[in-house]
């Protein structure tokens, strides 16, 4: 069945420097979204991409869709604090997210 | 726009006893709602798709029997866990999207998820 898997689990960054995760599926997708939960909060949806090569920017926050579309990169440059959550990937319809980036950020 | 609301926010119960959870989109008509739940530190895992009026999708290794799903209006759906036991002691999430409306609330097809659930089972 369809995999995906998201790395790295877990993403400690100095604040003010740049950091990516990576989500990627063992098949074709036709979409990825990606969403962020804050720490005892509950998942808000950032992004959705569908064309191969496709790449969108939300300020500090810029997302891929790989050639193939069966990978996507989330690339945070200059951290802030307030940046810190799980990062999901999510694709297809039946399929649970990915098992999510947990960013932590020092000041 | 695009609020999705969940009661109760927690709850504690004896075991054996059974706990309904509500999921309500507010101000959008949810043609699908899902219910999720979540261990500390991991990801959602998808419990089952509820669609208005139909029977309820449940994913592999989730008991229909023991977790009911009912979805009995375009704004509301329930997960009921029956005879609970302290395994079943969980962050349960609902989400709900709105398909196929024209200038509807999910533009993108995305999922609007309610505060979650927190169920202990003692």
């Known amino acids: 069945g369809q995999q995906v898997m998201q790395i790295p689990q877990y993403q400690h960054v100095q604040e003010g420097e740049d950091f990516t995760t990576y989500c990627n599926s063992s098949t074709t997708l036709s979409n990825i979204q990606w969403y962020k939960q804050r720490p005892g909060g509950h998942p808000v949806f950032l992004i959705q991409?569908?064309?191969?090569?496709e790449v969108k920017k939300q300020k500090r926050l810029t997302f891929q869709f790989g050639e193939a579309k069966k990978n996507s990169s989330l690339h945070i440059t200059a951290t802030q604090t307030t940046d810190v959550g799980t990062y999901f990937c999510w694709v297809g319809y039946k399929l649970s997210f990915g098992a999510g980036t947990t960013v932590t950020v020092r000041a | 726009g695009a609020v999705v609301s969940q009661h109760p926010s927690w709850v504690i119960c004896k075991s054996g006893t059974s706990v309904k959870i509500e999921c309500r989109s507010l101000d959008f008509q949810a043609t699908t709602m899902f219910w999720y739940r979540q261990f500390p530190k991991q990801s959602l895992m998808l419990m089952a798709t509820?669609?208005?009026?139909?029977?309820?999708?449940?994913e592999q290794g989730v008991e229909k029997d023991k977790f009911l799903i009912n979805h009995a209006s375009l704004t509301l759906s329930t997960l009921t866990v029956t005879s609970a036991h302290p395994e079943d002691s969980s962050f349960y999430i609902c989400?709900?999207?709105?398909?196929?409306?024209?200038?509807?609330?999910?533009?993108?097809?995305?999922?609007?998820f309610g505060p979650g659930t927190r169920l202990t089972v003692l």
């Open positions: 509820s669609n208005e009026g139909s029977k309820a999708t449940y």
């Open positions: 991409l569908v064309k191969s090569g």
């Open positions: 989400s709900a999207r709105a398909e196929g409306l024209a200038g509807g609330a999910s533009k993108y097809n995305e999922q609007f």
